[in-house]
Structures are given as structure tokens and as C-alpha cells.
């Protein structure tokens, strides 16, 4: 892209902004303001050509860009769409636009109606499966967190089990001292060699 390509570029964005868009716009502000209906309808009529215009040049910039002096005639196009000598936009409408969309109209409106509803359907269609995928990842979200409240609620109760029962378990005996045994074992015998010694001597007095 040499420096004369750029300049000319440069050049035609600016002017096309003004004098394409913005000069148009500030008149047909105008006009509606005053209600003036030839003027009204010369604006739209170049509304509509420089709408045709915008989606030809998205094509053409790509494949035309090379031209020489393509630049150059874009910016002569708008100027031509816009004085009032040539009335460029007024010529184009009349003979080439609004017959064609005249001819094609019930066409057009068929396929605009059909775009309207398969775009309808097409957005409750993606609107449906967006708040289906919405409201399984809510479920998802709800049952891992009560999965997890329900295991910190588990894990607190068994611990206040087990603190309870660490609480109230009776304390274990301890066992008897050892020689205890052997000594109540030792009392007990002379006790029972008295008593058997005194049921024998009752027995033989009597």
C-alpha cells in the first residue's frame, strides 16, 4: 500500500462522513421538522440510494480497492448523489429502485416475514436450552452444597456423640489391691473351724 493509496483513503472516510452522512442527515432533520413533504420524500429517496450504496462498497473495497481512482469516484458518486443540479439520488430511485422493489415487493415481504419467524423461533429455541443449561447447573450447584452441608452436619453431630458419650460412661473400677484376697481368705477360715467346733459340742451335750 504506497502513500498515495493512504492518502486517498484518508481522504474519502472524512468526506464521505460529512458530506455523505451528516450534511444529509442535519436537511432531513429540516425537513421533517417543517413538514415539508417534497423535501421529505428527496431525502428518503437519497436515504435509500446511499443505503444500496454502503452494502455495494463493503464488496468493492475488497475487490476493487486496486482500481486507479476508485477513491476518487466513490467521492464523485456522492457528490453526484447529493447536488441539487444532478439530483443523483432522485434519478437512481426513480429509475432503477423503485421499479425493481415494486416488482419484487410481495417477494421481499414474504421472505422478511419468513426471516422474522425462523429468527422468533430460533430465539426461543436458544433462549429454552439457555435457561435449561441455566437451571441444571443451579440444581448441580444446590445438591453439591447441600451434599456438603449435610457431611459438616454428619461430622458435627458424631462428634457431639461422642463427646456425650465420653461424658456420661461410668468411671471404671479399679481393681481390688492385690493380697486382699488372700487375707479375707485367711480371717475366714478360723472363723468356720469355731462354728464347727461349737455345733459339735452342742451336739454332744445333747
Not at 421481499?108 to 429454552?128: P, T, W
Request: one cysteine or more; aromatic letters at 14%.
Amino acid at each position: 500500500m504506497n502513500e498515495n493509496h493512504v492518502y486517498l483513503v484518508s481522504l474519502f472516510f472524512p468526506s464521505r462522513l460529512i458530506f455523505g452522512t451528516l450534511y444529509p442527515a442535519y436537511y432531513s432533520y429540516k425537513a421533517v421538522k417543517s413538514k415539508d413533504i417534497k423535501e421529505y420524500v428527496k431525502w428518503m429517496m437519497y436515504w435509500i440510494i446511499f443505503a444500496l450504496f454502503t452494502t455495494a462498497e463493503t464488496f468493492t473495497d475488497i475487490f476493487l480497492c486496486w482500481f486507479p481512482f476508485y477513491y476518487e469516484l466513490k467521492i464523485a458518486f456522492v457528490a453526484w448523489l447529493l447536488s441539487p443540479y444532478t439530483k443523483g439520488s432522485s434519478l437512481l430511485y426513480r429509475k432503477f429502485v423503485h421499479p425493481t422493489l415494486s416488482s419484487k415487493e410481495k417477494e421481499i415481504d414474504d421472505c422478511l416475514v419468513q426471516a422474522k419467524d425462523r429468527s422468533y423461533d430460533a430465539l426461543v429455541h436458544f433462549g429454552k436450552r439457555g435457561l435449561n443449561v441455566a437451571a441444571t447447573a443451579a440444581v448441580m450447584a444446590a445438591s453439591k452444597g447441600q451434599g456438603a452441608l449435610s457431611e459438616r452436619l454428619r461430622s458435627f453431630s458424631m462428634q457431639d456423640l461422642t463427646t456425650i458419650r465420653g461424658d456420661g460412661a461410668p468411671a471404671p473400677s479399679s481393681p481390688p489391691p492385690p493380697g486382699s484376697g488372700r487375707a479375707s481368705g485367711k480371717h475366714g477360715q478360723p472363723k468356720m473351724s469355731r462354728s464347727a467346733s461349737e455345733s459339735a459340742g452342742s451336739s454332744g451335750t445333747a
